[in-house]
């Protein structure tokens, strides 16, 4: 059969006009190991197969042929929009479609309206193979039995990573997995029930060693949930393999960034490490602060993160504001004082949102907290898609605002691009903080629109009311020519309760 393999990294369907150089640069290397996995897995099993992202640059619809028998797409909730219109298209031409990726697994119910099989949890070789014979019926929901902990290496995915990179300007990078899993049960993650599980080190070894036979000077992303919680194991692994070691980048728990592991991780060529702190009030398990919480618990994160930067030169802090133990000012003023004392840090501030599957989804709609005529492709910053417990909307904003412009002004970016090191570092940060820049205008609006507009504002309330114009001119805009095919009663989600048990922070 003719296949097609499709993950979607932006969300938006820029005007035919505009120029694409920056989608290019910047979102290129933004893709993800599962579609590329399953790309091979299918060529493997003896069909034609036709890999793709999208970014910015093009028509999506132009990345596959026009022959396809099954397509695979993957993407976040927040591209959900895209997706669907795609899976339309596809669709009326004949074209069997399968859904996987994040937002498969967030919302199966939502996306079943609009793809023929929904994959909504793990996805092996096997479950590829049976969703290309037929084996799933149209409005099935898939996934594999078990824990998969075996995936195609780097020699195999060859002409999907190439396929990924595209021309040779900008950043190469390479995504491995070191591990699957997470050992932590916070509330919001969608891996808060994935139980950890290392990947084999002989693999993880020779993958490496194919990185820099293959793609000598790229970047190595680890796409692990949490990198290295068996941090000797990996280490291990990674040292085995070389030298010469690839630059890599990680997002792990604060936890694991003890004194006795940083020279390591500057030995195997770490360049980038994302920390997650959270809340200073919250999830206080995954940065090891002994319980401190509050400023407490700045004063200590401040003094880890200088101590790591003394051994990896690029560093982003991972934060959720608004959580329910956060309330009054202080949350957001020991955030802009954390912008100001660790100006090397890329401050990650996101909006606390209820994916599906998740405890935090499952409470707020029992407590009926979830605005539930918000289109799923708005679960993403900077978009409030609940009611928060100590903050009203407007406040929120105000609060928000004011640690965005102390991540955003001038004197923050230019001392944040000065520390970075090497010259890739000190380009995602740019293109981080002049993103955000543009993010913090509509911060302002949002606010400025609950001070004005009383419709507005009692819809974030949740007091009721058809979802704001102001949202539907949005999705509108995201979708471009695209958003014919999702008429008004296509956006209201179906939101589908997993009835799960409660998760430890």
Known sequence: MNVGVLELVSFTVPPEWRAQWAAGLLRRHLTSVMPQVVSVWARQLGHRTHYATYYGQADPLALLPDDLDVVFVSCATQASALAYALAKRFRAAGVRTVLGGPHAKCFPADAGRFFDVVVSGACDRELVRDLLTGQYARGDRAASAGRVTEFPSVEERLPELRAAMGSAYGPRVVGLLASVGCPYTCNFCTEWNADYAPLAPDR????LRAVVKHFPGALVGYHDPNFAVRFDQTL????SAGPPHPRYAMNCSLSVLKDDRLARLKRTNCVFVAPGIESWYDYGNKAAAGGATGRAKLEYVVERLHRVRRFVPGMQANFIFGTDEDAGPEPAELTAEFVRRVPFAWPNVNIPTPYGGTPLFDRYLTEGRILRSMPLAFYCAPYLTTTLKHYDPVGYY???VRVM?????????VRRVGAANPLVIRAAHLSQSLSYRAQVNELRDLR???RTDRAFRAFHENRGGPLPEF????FEQRLGRYAELLPRTDRVPLLEQAKLLPAAP
Do not use: S, W
């Open 204 to 207: 993880l070894a020779a993958d």
């Open 405 to 413: 412009e102390a991540a955003t002004n001038v004197g923050a970016i």
């Open 471 to 474: 949202y539907q001119h949005r």
């Open 398 to 400: 105000d609060h928000l």
């Open 448 to 450: 400025d629109r609950l």
């Open 236 to 239: 291990d692994a990674i040292e």
